[in-house]
């Protein structure tokens, strides 16, 4: 059975940084893709970013230069280091894994998908 737990949500100031975890476990396949998504109130899922089990990554314009994902491929575990966070980043995130083509506009064939942490930035 895979699960995904995400951590490191919570509230913080506009220009403040967040680091996100998410560990994946029952998850078996050598080729993989994770990803971060997230979904503000009244508002579409969003990819964010995403990292490949060979490590190439793709992250969305709307917060390059501020966001980076990285992975431990040894504890199956992700990150998403958020810096200079701004209010429009306020949303539910949450981490998803599967072996599909790795991009976050691959948001609608993610099988597995973690319970989300919610991110708050207030201005």
């Known amino acids: 059975q895979v699960q995904l737990q995400e951590s490191g949500g919570g509230s913080v100031q506009s220009g403040g940084s967040l680091r996100l975890s998410c560990a994946a476990s029952?998850?078996?396949?050598?080729?993989?893709?994770m990803g971060w998504f997230r979904q503000g109130l009244g508002s579409e899922r969003e990819g964010v970013a995403t990292?490949?089990?060979?490590?190439?990554?793709h992250v969305a314009d709307s917060v390059k230069g501020r966001f980076t994902i990285s992975q431990d491929n040894a504890k199956r575990t992700s990150y998403l280091q958020m810096n200079n966070l701004k209010a429009e980043d306020t949303a539910m995130y949450y981490c998803?894994?599967?072996?599909?083509?790795?991009?976050?506009?691959?948001?609608?064939?993610?099988?597995?998908w973690g319970q989300g942490t919610q991110v708050t930035v207030s201005s």
């Open positions: 029952g998850y078996t396949a050598s080729r993989y893709c």
């Open positions: 998803a894994a599967d072996s599909v083509p790795c991009s976050p506009a691959s948001v609608q064939r993610f099988a597995y």
């Open positions: 990292i490949a089990s060979d490590g190439r990554t």
